[in-house]
């Protein structure tokens, strides 16, 4: 199962910011917060990822409180074609220096004019 | 990051026939994955696809249904066998390194009538 819940649809108005939170209270010392969004018809799309830090690239931000039970990404200027499903992924790694990616429901964001 | 290519992008496909799925890579990767993705729904992992040796299939996901095949580090297919209309789904290949983040294709739309 997956260990994220997120809100299942968000709307924001382009050129906002949009905030799009997750919770992972069961989340362990050693498991990473990954996102990804998958558009409309396209594969999924790595966004960001990180561990107790708070992260930002070109892309987006990552705010992960200090009990690191949940966080926040942040488009800082939503487009409309950020319109797409967020997934927001606990990284688990498994005994043989692999990981693996349990994707939940995600949250559909809808960015309006 | 990873430029992935997989043919075909979408298929109607007869009852009871195969479609085989092609997954190329432009570089060498350590890891190939194959995931469904059932209409709605979010992504869940078929397989890992193992150079030289036999996938690793998930729990509910077996040889004789969904044959893989994986002869280098940049290419690998996934067969669809015997197909019903449940099989009709999104089928995304996905790489990565041990710990890096992963990258997918775009996908391939199959439609079993």
């Known amino acids: 199962d997956a260990k994220t819940t997120q809100p299942p649809s968000m709307d924001c108005a382009e050129g906002r910011a949009a905030n799009l939170p997750c919770n992972h209270s069961?989340?362990?010392?050693?498991?990473?917060v990954y996102w990804y969004r998958q558009i409309h018809s396209q594969g999924p799309q790595y966004i960001i990822h990180g561990l107790k830090n708070n992260e930002t690239n070109e892309m987006a931000s990552l705010i992960i409180t200090e009990d690191r039970k949940s966080s926040t990404l942040i488009l800082p200027h939503a487009t409309l074609r950020d319109t797409a499903v967020y997934y927001c992924?606990?990284?688990?790694?498994?005994?043989?220096?692999?990981?693996?990616?349990?994707w939940g429901a995600g949250t559909k964001l809808i960015i309006k004019p | 990051s990873a430029v992935i290519s997989q043919k075909p992008s979408r298929d109607i496909c007869q009852r009871g026939t195969s479609l085989t799925i092609q997954c190329q890579v432009d570089?060498?990767?350590?890891?190939m994955f194959w995931y469904r993705q059932q209409p709605g729904q979010s992504l869940t992992l078929i397989a890992t696809a193992n150079q030289g040796s036999e996938a690793t299939y998930e729990s509910g996901f077996v040889i004789d249904k969904f044959p893989i095949s994986r002869p280098n580090l940049t290419f690998s297919t996934l067969t669809v066998s015997n197909m019903s209309p449940e099989d009709s789904s999104i089928y995304l290949c996905?790489?990565?390194?041990?710990?890096?983040?992963?990258?997918f294709g775009q996908g391939t739309r199959l439609t079993v009538v």
């Open positions: 996905s790489v990565r390194g041990l710990y890096t983040e992963a990258f």
């Open positions: 992924i606990v990284r688990t790694p498994l005994g043989d220096s692999n990981y693996q990616l349990i």
């Open positions: 069961t989340i362990s010392g050693n498991e990473y």
């Open positions: 570089s060498q990767v350590t890891m």
